[in-house]
């Protein structure tokens, strides 16, 4: 492993577990392994998303090594100044099928992104311009692992705001430092009056605002549980009276957030493991509901749902919306931000960067600003 590693141009200490590792030298470590088989196709899938500039640049230094010993390398990534980099052709896929494969060097930038977008603006059924105050301001937010390095937030009653970026922009931690979920390094949240530079779950809540995380299983629910434990997870105290649980109060209030999301299970006491995954995001929202927020901080909330759900959903937002709530979504679909968005703001490296109010706005638009250096 070690003459590899050496044959390659890197330096690993080969006495530490995969664990202590940095996300660089765990790349590294998995492409010696698959040159210790003498691999003759190696797959990177956005193998620079989590990396620096400096980390990234090592990295293309291997895949040159590489590509000059032999090894055939197919690239994934949504950063087009590594395809023009690094590729000799470039595949564009788009909703699932593959548009075309052409020369790299018979493309430009602005080709790439039309070919990856149809570019014609998506309009919404129903969509505000009419707005309330500010509900939640976040300013020159930054996260203490580095994710974030300057991120905004500012969202008014009744507008749902839509968050895009490409993978590793910081999006989601942005989400994450707003909440109190991820410690924030710099910066400040402003949610319903109350200014924090340190704020927590609890506070969070306590002053109106929810998350919809994007790991359901992983974050929002406990699937040893059943349906009614995981819907009162957050709001249990309002039941409870001199440390006794009002069990009917309870059950009522939970079978309300049931009937009115749809929720299609056997009964309260079902473990919620056992449900589908749209009525499983159905239920994260009726925890969510619970707490009745002015504030849904909502990533990737149609993420491996079914249409009918997905569509549930949008409504569901767009109704909490009208009644005077302020929305932050993000999601990978940018076709989906067009459709449901007031208002578009782009993440790129950490940072916002450009904001427009969703008027025959484009998707070409959008990622043209995401590719932007």
């Known amino acids: 492993m070690r003459s590899v590693a050496e044959s390659l141009g890197l330096e690993l200490d080969l006495r530490k577990t995969a664990a202590e590792l940095s996300p660089p030298q765990r790349t590294c470590l998995e492409i010696v392994r698959a040159q210790m088989r003498e691999c003759r196709l190696l797959i990177l899938d956005e193998p620079t998303a989590a990396l620096t500039d400096r980390e990234a640049e090592r990295l293309f230094s291997v895949v040159r090594t590489l590509k000059e010993k032999g090894t055939a390398i197919l690239y994934v990534t949504h950063r087009l100044d590594e395809i023009f980099r690094l590729t000799d052709r470039v595949t564009v896929l788009r909703n699932g099928a593959v548009v075309d494969t052409v020369e790299t060097g018979s493309v430009d930038r602005e080709r790439l992104i039309a070919m990856m977008t149809d570019s014609v603006p998506v309009r919404a059924a129903s969509r505000r311009r009419n707005f309330g105050g500010v509900l939640l301001a976040a300013r020159d937010v930054a996260s203490r692992d580095g994710s974030v390095l300057s991120g905004e937030l500012c969202v008014r009653s009744g507008e749902i705001l839509g968050l ?3 993978g590793g922009s910081g999006r989601t931690e942005l989400l994450e430092c707003v909440y109190g979920y991820r410690p924030m390094s710099a910066g400040t949240v ?26 359901r299983r992983g974050k929002a629910l406990i699937g040893n549980l059943d349906v009614r ?16 649980l009002h069990r009917k109060a309870e059950d009522a209030a939970v079978r309300t957030q049931i009937d009115a999301l749809q929720i299609k299970l056997a009964g309260m006491g079902q473990r919620i493991a056992e449900l589908s995954g749209g009525n499983q995001q159905k239920a994260v929202f009726a925890r969510a509901m619970m707490t009745s927020p002015k504030v849904f901080l909502c990533d990737e909330p149609t993420q491996a749902v079914d249409v009918l759900t997905r ?17 932050v979504f993000v999601s990978s679909e940018l076709s989906e931000l067009l459709e449901v968005a007031d208002t578009i703001q782009v993440m790129r490296r950490g940072c916002t960067v450009r904001r427009w109010e969703n008027e025959n706005l484009t998707a070409q638009q959008v990622l043209s600003c995401c590719y932007e250096t």
Do not use: W, Y
């Open 229 to 244: 434990d995981n819907i009162l997870l957050t709001s249990i105290d309002r039941f409870t009276i001199g440390g006794v």
């Open 311 to 327: 569509d549930e959903i949008h409504r569901l937002l767009r109704q909490k919306a009208d009644e005077g709530c302020g929305v």
């Open 164 to 166: 895009f970026g490409l």
């Open 190 to 215: 402003e949610l319903s009056g109350v200014t924090q530079t340190r704020p927590t779950p609890a506070s969070s809540l306590q002053n109106g605002m929810a998350l919809i995380c994007e790991d």
